[in-house]
C-alpha cells in the first residue's frame, strides 16, 4: 500500500511481504530499502522489540537483514512501514507540467533496481519474482494505473490511518484508494505506477498480443 503525498514531497508505504522458504534454504535475507525510511517491521504478525529491529535496519546499510536463524521454515511473513520522497532520477518521481494552467503534477515510476528499492523493500535480483497486489491512494480528481486493472476508487482504508502520524499526513478524506488486481509472477522492479489527472487514450496497438 502506497499513500501518494504530493504536497508533501513523499509517499508512505506498507509491504506485507510473504515468504515460504525450501526446507533446504540455508542462506540469509537482504531486502534493499535505498532512501526509505523504516519505522516499524512486524514478523508474522508480532511485533518485535528494539534490539530485533536494529539488527534487521542498521546491519546492512541500505537493506533490511534477517538471518537465518530468524526465519521459520514454513510461511514467513513481513510487514514494513516506512516513509519515502520523490526521485529526481529514479523511484517514484514527480513531475510539474509548466504549461498547466492550473499546475497539475503527475507521479509516475522508474523502476531499475536501484529505483523499485526507492519505492518498496525489493529483492536486487532480477531473479527473483513476485506477485504484486498493490493498493495506491491518491488525491480525490487524480486516476492511477499499474500493471493489473483495477476496480473503481474507494474510500481509503484503515490502514492508510494507522500510519504513524507525524504532523505532515494531509487530511485522509481528500483521498482515495485504487486497489489493482494481482499480477503475475514478475521480477520486483517491474511494478509500475503512474498517478494524476490522466486520461486514456485508446488505441488499436497492441504489444505482446496485448491492447494498449
Not at 535475507?29 to 539488527?55: A, P
Not at 510487514?79 to 509548466?98: E, P, R, T
Not at 509500475?192 to 488505441?203: C, H, M, P, Q, V
Amino acid at each position: 500500500k502506497l499513500w501518494i503525498q504530493p504536497d508533501q514531497n513523499r509517499f508512505k508505504g506498507v509491504a506485507e511481504i510473504i515468504f515460504e522458504p525450501d526446507l533446504t534454504f540455508e542462506g540469509d535475507l537482504y531486502l534493499s530499502v535505498k532512501d526509505l525510511e523504516v519505522f516499524q517491521v512486524r514478523i508474522n504478525g508480532h511485533k518485535i522489540d528494539q534490539n530485533y529491529f536494529n539488527e534487521i535496519t542498521q546491519s546492512q546499510n541500505g537493506a533490511l537483514y534477517f538471518a537465518n536463524h530468524r526465519i521459520t521454515k514454513e510461511k514467513f511473513t513481513i510487514q514494513i512501514k516506512y516513509i519515502g520522497k520523490f526521485g529526481d532520477a529514479y523511484g517514484l518521481l514527480q513531475f510539474q507540467d509548466q504549461t498547466s494552467k492550473t499546475g497539475e503534477s503527475y507521479i509516475f515510476s522508474s523502476t531499475n533496481v536501484i529505483g523499485a528499492s526507492s519505492i518498496y523493500p525489493c529483492f536486487e535480483s532480477p531473479q527473483v519474482r513476485a506477485m504484486f497486489r498493490l493498493s495506491l491512494a491518491v488525491p480525490k480528481g487524480w486516476k492511477a494505473q499499474s500493471n493489473e486493472k483495477s476496480d473503481d476508487p474507494v474510500a481509503l482504508d484503515s490502514d492508510f490511518e494507522t500510519f504513524a502520524n507525524d504532523g505532515l499526513d494531509p487530511k485522509t478524506d481528500d483521498f482515495h484508494e485504487y486497489k489493482f488486481r494481482q499480477t503475475k509472477s514478475i521480477p520486483f522492479h517491474a511494478l509500475s505506477i503512474a498517478a494524476g489527472n490522466l486520461t486514456e487514450t485508446k488505441t488499436k496497438t497492441s504489444l505482446l498480443g496485448r491492447k494498449i
